[in-house]
């Protein structure tokens, strides 16, 4: 069974850049999309970024200018950074698989980052 | 349009069946999946394919699609689906776009 597993800072300070890990166990990964998704308090989903198995990241254009979206193929982690974060990034981050008939998977447990002066 | 259009609240009596739908232009190319998602929990995939079901989620769970709207119906509503939904697909530009949710109250 596949299982994501996601760490990172909870709180930050406007202007600061926020990191995040998502540790993937239990099946193949670089034959996937690796995904990040976050949801503001109260509100809807919001997919961030993509890291495509052949190489390569795939951006909401919203967010492009301050993400990246990187894999360690080596051990199976996936990371998200986000820079000059402001309030407006306060929400509850999620990873997740992607497949190729455009699926979500299998999802991390979520993390809320803060960002608070 | 990158925009996928879901009503933001549906509400169901006990046992009765509800569909919850969602439109974009971008789903005459792309099919869409569904989420349901519970108060502090991560969303869970329950339709992809257009109408493929995960293990472990219930037959009364189906989907749907015809030209821009795809739909999620609920035959045999219980207390366990009331939660949020969410349908998700990719826009023209190969980005992923989420509608923005649907509460869904059993009554």
């Known amino acids: 069974q596949v299982r994501l597993q996601q760490w990172g800072a909870g709180l930050l300070k406007p202007s600061e850049t926020l990191s995040l890990t998502c540790a993937v166990y239990?099946?193949?990964?670089?034959?996937?999309?690796w995904n990040w998704i976050r949801q503001s308090p109260g509100k809807g989903l919001e997919w961030i970024g993509e890291s495509r198995p052949s190489g390569g990241s795939n951006y909401n254009p919203s967010l492009e200018s301050r993400v990246t979206i990187s894999v360690d193929t080596s051990k199976n982690q996936v990371f998200m950074n986000l820079s000059s974060v402001t309030a407006a990034d306060t929400a509850v981050y999620y990873c997740?698989?992607?497949?190729?008939?455009?699926?979500?998977?299998?999802w991390g447990q979520g993390g809320l980052v803060t960002v608070s002066s | 349009s990158s925009e996928l259009t879901q009503d933001p609240a549906v509400s169901v009596a006990l046992g009765q069946t509800v569909r919850i739908a969602c439109q974009g232009d971008s789903l005459r190319s792309y099919s869409a999946s569904w989420y349901q998602q519970k108060p502090g929990q991560a969303p869970l995939l329950v339709i992809y394919?257009?109408?493929k079901r995960p293990s472990g989620i219930p037959v009364r769970i189906s989907g749907s699609s015809s030209g821009t709207t795809s739909s999620l119906t609920i035959t045999g509503a219980q207390a366990d689906d009331e939660a949020d939904y969410y349908c998700n697909s990719r826009d023209s530009s190969g980005s992923r776009v989420f509608g923005g949710g649907t509460k869904l109250t059993v009554l």
């Open positions: 394919g257009k109408n």
């Open positions: 239990g099946d193949s990964f670089s034959a996937f999309f």
């Open positions: 997740a698989r992607g497949n190729y008939g455009n699926d979500l998977d299998f």
